[in-house]
């Protein structure tokens, strides 16, 4: 099983960033994918998540209106469009696969994890 990142880096707040979540080695079909994030001395954060079997997604308040979750069953990957970008988003971004997930921002609930990407967002 495999859970791979991309699409973090620096960017001026206000701007966009659009992240990907590659996914190998377990029936897409039949998980959740969910994207956290953690900034230093913070905890975990669970950001949004998507149902790739009815495409039911999850926000948290914090990027309601900002972020967008997606995802292509074909190609096995979750994307995160994130715009309007704030210093506050600053923060290692995973993705995270669930079988069953009845609380989406609930990390303990997930079973693979990926390696984490950085985004940056300077003011």
């Known amino acids: 099983v495999q859970l791979v990142e991309s699409g973090g880096g620096l960017v001026q707040a206000g701007g966009s960033l659009r992240l990907s979540c590659a996914a190998s080695?377990?029936?897409?079909?039949?998980?959740?994918i969910g994207w956290f994030r953690q900034a230093p001395g913070k905890e975990r954060e669970g950001v949004s998540s998507?149902?790739?079997?009815?495409?039911?997604?999850y926000y948290a308040d914090s990027v309601k209106g900002r972020f967008t979750i997606s995802s292509d069953n074909a190609k096995n990957t979750v994307y995160l469009q994130m715009n309007s970008l704030k210093p506050e988003d600053t923060a290692v971004y995973f993705c995270?696969?669930?079988?069953?997930?009845?609380?989406?921002?609930?990390?303990?609930?997930?079973?693979?994890w990926g390696q984490g990407t950085q985004v940056t967002v300077s003011s």
């Open positions: 080695g377990f029936t897409f079909d039949d998980y959740a």
């Open positions: 995270a696969a669930g079988r069953r997930i009845v609380r989406p921002a609930a990390g303990y609930e997930y079973d693979y």
């Open positions: 998507i149902r790739s079997s009815d495409g039911s997604t």
